[in-house]
């Protein structure tokens, strides 16, 4: 009756068989090279950026330091030097304050879920899961 199916294994199932470090240091990977192909997971609005920065920056810096504030316009400014990344540099610190008091490891699994929700919204899971396959 002909030879067996092949399953395909998904991109959700090969990351939740890893630890939340091996994963979660995948999936940075994934971002920081965009893939194979360079396209990571198709998220290119300030939205989709934001929704996997917010993490990142969470696991690796922790908090909002206590008593620091949104940074103004002008000083945001300033720092970024021109008017679009100091209004880039605002949305990064309120989506970083948004997701303040998250532990680091919850604030991994959050990163990898953000990863996998994005890659499969914009058709990007095999992507992933060859990306993923390069890696072994």
């Known amino acids: 009756a002909g030879s067996p199916r092949r399953v395909a294994v998904g991109m959700s199932d090969l990351l939740s068989a890893m630890s939340t470090d091996e994963a979660f240091d995948l999936c940075v990977d994934f971002i920081s090279t965009g893939g194979l192909d360079g396209k990571g997971t198709g ?12 993490w990142f920056k ?17 000083q945001a400014m300033v720092k970024a030097g021109g008017p679009i990344a100091a209004a880039e540099l605002q949305l990064k610190w309120d989506a970083w304050k948004s997701v303040e008091g998250t532990s680091k490891d919850d604030a991994k699994k959050a ?23 390069s890696k072994k």
């Open 43 to 54: 998220g290119e609005s300030q939205a989709d950026k934001l929704a996997v920065y917010k």
């Open 58 to 74: 969470q696991v690796n810096a922790g908090d909002v330091p206590a008593g620091e504030t949104r940074p103004t316009y002008m």
């Open 111 to 133: 990163y990898v879920k953000a990863i996998i929700d994005q890659s499969k919204q914009f058709g990007r899971e095999d992507a992933v899961v060859k990306f993923i396959e």
